[in-house]
């Protein structure tokens, strides 16, 4: 399967009408369901995965909201981010007044090859494992529902 591309207009009053790609999600994988897709690779039992999966989202959550950046090997970093305004000077940096919003930012897992760097530098090439090698198609070019 590819990623599914819908082709939307900017119709906001100050947007420049220019149309965009956006990825379409035609299914939605909650925990249960990936539990047994993890199940169908692993001798360990979907009730056993989906305690796992439940328990490591319970162990991210706590360790972000500590301010913790944590790394799934091979996978990638999860980590909090703040929005926050500006102050004029450092004295003037309320947390409450110039602290917006907390997100949490994802960076995919990727290695980098030392062999191929640049003179002076510490590091070269560097390869995404989740990022790369996707297709995609049209969402007018599928069906509405596509098979699992």
């Not at 906001?12 to 220019?18: E, V």
């Not at 981010?81 to 947390?95: C, H, Q």
């Not at 640049?118 to 989740?130: D, E, F, I, Q, V």
Request: proline share 4%; net charge positive.
């Amino acid at each position: 399967m590819a990623i599914i591309v819908d082709v939307r207009q900017d119709k906001r009053k100050s947007g420049n009408k220019l149309w965009y790609g956006h990825a379409w999600h035609p299914q939605i994988l909650d925990t249960r369901a990936l539990a047994a897709r993890v199940q169908e690779n692993v001798s360990v039992k979907e009730s056993d995965v989906y305690a796992v999966l439940i328990e490591l989202a319970n162990v991210l959550t706590y360790e972000m909201q500590n301010g913790s950046k944590c790394q799934l090997d091979r996978f990638g970093y999860f980590y909090p981010m703040l929005r926050s305004t500006g102050a004029v000077a450092e004295k003037d940096f309320s947390i409450t007044d110039n602290i917006k919003d907390t997100v949490i930012k994802f960076t995919p897992f990727y290695t980098r090859d030392k062999k191929n760097a640049a003179p002076g530098k510490t590091s070269g090439l560097s390869s995404r494992a989740l990022d790369s090698g996707f297709k995609y198609v049209l969402k007018d070019k599928v069906e509405e529902t596509p098979e699992p």
